[in-house]
């Protein structure tokens, strides 16, 4: 099967919150089963970005987007899309661990009982394969039944991966993911999703630019709302086009 | 100014040590009134016998009567507010948009400030026959209809702090929850309500608390019949009605009938006490959970 070329797209997207103008005509098209890394200075919007990608920002009084985005082809804002059946699709994990205050066996199958799956074998296995997808299952195997909340702050988020890769979306937003974590902890992290794009499509915000010429395949570098350059990632680490991407890269800003 | 600021000390120490010294005098009076009391009756017999009758010519000591009337009108009360109360903090935290909260809340509020005997007539005069209808063999006094007002007045305590408890949730466990996939009431009930339920526990023994302290609406709607039975139908008579009753009639001081209402009260605030002070250690021992 070839890859798509498009798996996540957004077509002269703009985003507000009230009058504040977050996102400007942004267009850029994701590569299934890659690393996208969305990289730019706080208040940029590429967090904001990348909770349209799952609707997170429905929630927020006076936020509206205008434009599209579509997912397979498919506009994810039209009125008939079921926003909790959008999710089960494109999962996320948070910039802070945030694992529910339940045992690692709950956390990780939560996904799959409120889908109404019961069947206590399907959910043992399901539990199994998600922590060993999310290279975690080795140090939790024998305390399914503890608190997660009891776990490291790496564990815990390899935990939240676990969570959501239980309920098998193709896509996996990630907001900053390793950066409430100490560096080998990060690091695990970032193997972690080497390893996963094999099977999903990634997108990852991150302020750590060598995390982003680490991790990912293709790189969008947002400034005050806009897609300023979208490129592969060693090409716009080796010679970004626009200056404002160099200031960047190399630190002048930021 | 060093003068000055000795004397506001000085103030601000005294009325702290008012308060205290009320309360502590407080305690002591019931505590003096009641061993005498005891002195006469049994507590064997004050917690076993089965009949309230100490003002008839055949006196009968025992508690439990009056206990199973604020038992009674409490799991009514209780029965109405908790699942109303809840259902508006689940509502105002996950359906309602901010500028309805901000207007509904203090709306909630007012129910709270009705004085308690109006809610005793709004139960004796409009529920009491309303529930008449159709439950045909309810007296005119009776535990029902006093409970399920005393309910209503605690719904906005029980909505107040169960929102409150909620709100606390970090809103990470809420994102996480949505994340996955979850309805709005999967992640209420699924995420919000464990999460937030050493909260709504608090707040629901405060009601039980405010409840079994309650007096104007069963004095007025519950009847004066001390009875032990757990049927709602009937007229009851509960702890507070009780003191109400021997303080307004002409009972002489200082006899064993007068002796009785601090029995009764004793009873009343050992139950409140402990109800109290177990919502304070559930407090204390789940809040740092999240910190």
């Known amino acids: 099967m070839t890859k798509k070329y498009s798996k996540l797209e957004a077509i002269n997207l703009d985003a507000y919150y009230g009058d504040f103008h977050a996102l400007k005509g942004i267009n850029i098209a994701m590569e299934e089963k890659a690393v996208t890394a969305f990289i730019g200075p706080s208040g940029c919007g590429k967090s904001t970005f990348l909770r349209t990608f799952n609707r997170m920002n429905d929630y927020i009084d006076g936020f509206r987007i205008e434009g599209q985005i579509l997912l397979d082809g498919r506009d994810i804002y039209e009125k008939d899309i079921r926003v909790d059946e959008l999710r089960k699709e494109v999962?996320?994990?948070?910039?802070?661990?945030?694992?529910?205050?339940?045992?690692?066996?709950?956390?990780?199958?939560?996904?799959?009982?409120?889908?109404?799956?019961?069947?206590?074998?399907?959910?043992?296995?399901?539990?199994?394969?998600?922590?060993?997808?999310?290279?975690?299952?080795?140090?939790?195997?024998?305390?399914?039944?503890?608190?997660?909340?009891?776990?490291?702050?790496?564990?815990?988020?390899?935990?939240?991966?676990?969570?959501?890769?239980?309920?098998?979306?193709?896509?996996?937003?990630?907001?900053?993911?390793?950066?409430?974590?100490?560096?080998?902890s990060s690091a695990k992290i970032e193997e972690l999703i080497y390893d996963l794009k094999k099977d999903y499509t990634i997108v990852i915000v991150t302020h750590n630019m060598q995390q982003a010429g680490r991790v990912s395949d293709h790189t969008a570098f947002f400034y005050m709302g806009e897609l300023v350059e979208y490129a592969k990632t060693k090409t716009m680490f080796t010679s970004p086009k626009d200056t404002r991407t160099q200031n960047y890269i190399t630190g002048r800003f930021g | 100014m060093r003068v000055q600021e000795k004397i506001i000390e000085g103030l601000l120490w005294l009325s702290a040590a008012i308060t205290i010294l009320i309360t502590v005098s407080i305690i002591w009076v019931l505590l003096s009134e009641s061993v005498k009391f005891f002195s006469e009756v049994s507590i064997v017999r004050f917690l076993t016998e089965k009949e309230w009758t100490p003002l008839f010519a055949e006196k009968k000591f025992g508690i439990m009567p009056l206990v199973a009337g604020t038992f009674l009108t409490t799991v009514i009360a209780i029965a109405v507010a908790l699942p109303i109360g809840l259902t508006i903090a689940i509502y105002l935290n996950e359906y309602a948009h901010a500028r309805f909260k901000?207007?509904?809340?203090?709306?909630?509020?007012?129910?709270?400030?009705?004085?308690?005997?109006?809610?005793?007539?709004?139960?004796?005069?409009?529920?009491?026959?309303?529930?008449?209808?159709?439950?045909?063999?309810?007296?005119?006094?009776?535990?029902?209809?006093a409970g399920i007002v005393m309910g209503i007045m605690i719904i906005p305590m029980i909505s107040s702090l169960s929102e409150d408890a909620i709100s606390a949730v970090p809103r990470s466990l809420r994102e996480a929850a949505y994340g996955m996939g979850s309805t709005r009431l999967q992640t209420a009930f699924g995420?919000?309500?464990?999460?937030?339920?050493?909260?709504?526990?608090?707040?629901?023994?405060?009601?039980?608390?405010?409840?079994?302290?309650?007096?104007?609406?069963?004095a007025i709607a519950a009847g004066q019949q001390p009875r032990l039975t757990l049927n709602p139908l009937v007229p009851i008579e509960t702890i507070t009605t009780y003191i109400v009753q021997v303080s307004l009639g002409d009972v002489p001081h200082g006899s064993l009938e007068y002796r009785t209402i601090f029995a009764a009260g004793m009873t009343l605030f050992v139950f409140t006490f402990l109800l109290n002070n177990l919502s304070f250690w559930i407090k204390k021992k789940y809040q740092e959970k999240y910190d």
Do not use: H
């Open chain 1, 91 to 184: 999962g996320m994990v948070f910039q802070k661990p945030n694992p529910f205050p339940k045992s690692i066996y709950e956390n990780v199958v939560y996904g799959l009982k409120i889908q109404g799956i019961k069947d206590k074998k399907i959910l043992q296995e399901a539990c199994e394969t998600s922590l060993q997808q999310a290279a975690i299952w080795d140090e939790v195997k024998d305390k399914l039944d503890k608190s997660a909340l009891a776990l490291s702050g790496g564990q815990q988020q390899r935990l939240c991966i676990a969570r959501a890769l239980a309920i098998q979306p193709s896509v996996i937003l990630m907001d900053e993911p390793a950066s409430a974590l100490d560096p080998i």
């Open chain 2, 191 to 218: 995420v919000m309500v464990p999460a937030a339920s050493s909260g709504i526990l608090v707040s629901v023994i405060l009601a039980i608390s405010r409840a079994v302290g309650e007096t104007m609406i069963v």
């Open chain 2, 102 to 145: 901000t207007f509904i809340k203090p709306l909630l509020e007012v129910l709270a400030t009705i004085p308690t005997v109006v809610y005793g007539f709004f139960a004796l005069t409009v529920v009491t026959p309303f529930l008449q209808s159709f439950i045909p063999g309810l007296a005119g006094f009776n535990a029902l209809s």
